[in-house]
Nanobody
Framework: QVQLVESGGGLVQPGGSLRVSCAAS????????VAWYRQAPGGQREPVAS???????NYADAVKGRFTISRDNAKNTVYLQMNSLKPEDTAVYYC?????WGQGTQVTVSS
């Protein structure tokens, strides 16, 4: 059974930073592309960033220049560093690998 676990969410003020993590049992994160998605209240789940097996990254236009996705294969963990956060970044953040989803971690940007 594959298990993805997101962590690191919380409350942060506008302009602040937060790093969320996606950890997995086994090697699923190191042998698959991994993507971060987010879902705001009342909204649809949308892609935020992805990283290929070889480390190629892609970002949604809304987060380009502010968010950075990275992976540590030795730790079976993928990170999403979020800087210059805005209230519109408030959402539950999920990671996905090979069709598996984690339970999500809440990120709230508010003063």
């Amino acid at each position: 059974q594959v298990q993805l676990v997101e962590s690191g969410g919380g409350l942060v003020q506008p302009g602040g930073s937060l790093r969320v993590s996606c950890a997995a049992s086994g090697s699923i994160l190191s042998v698959n592309a991994v993507a971060w998605y987010r879902q705001a209240p009342g909204g649809q789940r949308e892609p935020v960033a992805s990283i290929s097996i070889r480390g190629r990254t892609n970002y949604a236009d809304a987060v380009k220049g502010r968010f950075t996705i990275s992976r540590d294969n030795a730790k079976n963990t993928v990170y999403l560093q979020m800087n210059s956060l805005k209230p519109e970044d408030t959402a539950v953040y999920y990671c996905n690998a090979a069709g598996w989803w984690g339970q999500g971690t809440q990120v709230t940007v508010s003063s």
